[in-house]
């Protein structure tokens, strides 16, 4: 049984090579219904200094969080064989660029290998979350899961 037939995303933070299941059981509708109007970006409801700007493709949709001017983190969903190549590429190709110039954001050790399961939702931390007090960014990784179901429930609906 896939994990997209038990619901459930993998969540992959590329800095740290930590991956975490996110059940669908675990977002709800509410939150769900929130999220809808950031399909295509905007302002995230209740955190009025972040927006969300989202770009997506066949299989996939790319996202990041902004804070003003400074963007926080990219994220990837992916749900389709085609859409997994798309999105891996634009993160692996972050990743690389991240790490060159800031390799203190990389946990040692950490590898970086796309997750073989479908779906997934991959992150890159930008070196701007650095600078972010700890209270207001600890929201980033639930939010990254919600939205990132919000997406794959839109795009299933279609």
Not at 14 to 34: K, Q
Request: with cysteine.
């Amino acid at each position: 049984m896939s994990l997209w037939s038990r619901r459930i995303v993998i969540h992959y933070t590329l800095n740290t090579g930590v991956t975490v299941p996110s059940p669908r059981s675990e977002v709800g509708p509410e939150v769900l219904a929130a999220l809808r109007s950031l399909r295509h970006g905007g302002s995230i409801p209740g955190v009025p200094p972040f927006r969300a700007t989202v770009t997506h493709g066949q299989g996939c949709a790319i996202f990041t969080i902004w804070r003003g001017q400074e963007s926080l983190c990219t994220s990837a969903v992916a749900w389709t064989e085609d859409g997994k190549v798309e999105a891996w590429r634009v993160m692996e190709d972050l990743y690389h660029w991240i790490s060159n110039k800031h390799p203190g954001l990389m946990t040692a050790g950490a590898t970086l290998t796309m997750p073989g399961t479908l779906p997934w939702l991959s992150v890159v931390l930008l070196p701007s979350t650095l600078k972010q007090r700890r209270g207001d960014v600890e929201w980033l990784g639930g939010f990254e899961r919600c939205f990132a179901w919000m997406i794959l429930e839109d795009r299933q609906s279609r």
